[in-house]
């Protein structure tokens, strides 16, 4: 079976995540990710699986409660795009959809993901992570 060529757009935002939170996104299981910081971004936005696995403990035990073989997942690779639609302050009953314990969310946000889409195949990106949000296939714009 053939996949459709991806044809990425370079105006859409890339939002660097930490293995396996990104497969867990990917899967539908992690609805919601954890920041320090809100944003105000909205829509869709591709997820980039950074190099680095996650440290947090929590990682490990969300990886092994859904089966993943960690060792298989890919890293530095553009492996899907999701909808972030709202942002508000983390609450202890966003434990379960975070895949994280409650000490996690304090004083963090909850960024509420719908909508994902796992590419054919995980695509190399043309320009590097600079931070958490990045474009991958276009030079970051100049300050003005």
Not at 19 to 42: A, C, D, F, S
Request: glycine share 4%; with cysteine.
């Amino acid at each position: 079976m053939a996949f459709p060529a991806f044809h990425p757009d370079p105006e859409i935002i890339s939002l660097g995540v930490r293995q396996p939170w990104v497969e867990l996104i990917l899967r539908g299981v992690k609805t919601i990710e954890v920041r320090t910081t809100n944003t105000q971004v909205r829509g869709t936005i591709y997820l980039y699986a950074s190099k680095k696995f996650s440290s947090l403990p929590a990682a490990e035990v969300a990886a092994e409660k859904h089966g993943l073989d960690t060792s298989s997942l890919p890293t530095g690779l553009l492996v899907g795009s999701i909808e972030l639609w709202n942002t508000r302050r983390a609450t202890p009953r966003d434990a379960t959809a975070a895949c994280v314990p409650l000490e996690v969310l304090r004083q963090n946000y909850a960024w509420e993901l719908r909508n994902p889409r796992r590419f054919p195949q995980p695509s190399p990106v043309r320009f590097l992570p600079y931070g958490v949000w990045f474009y991958p296939f276009r030079r970051r714009a100049a300050a003005t």
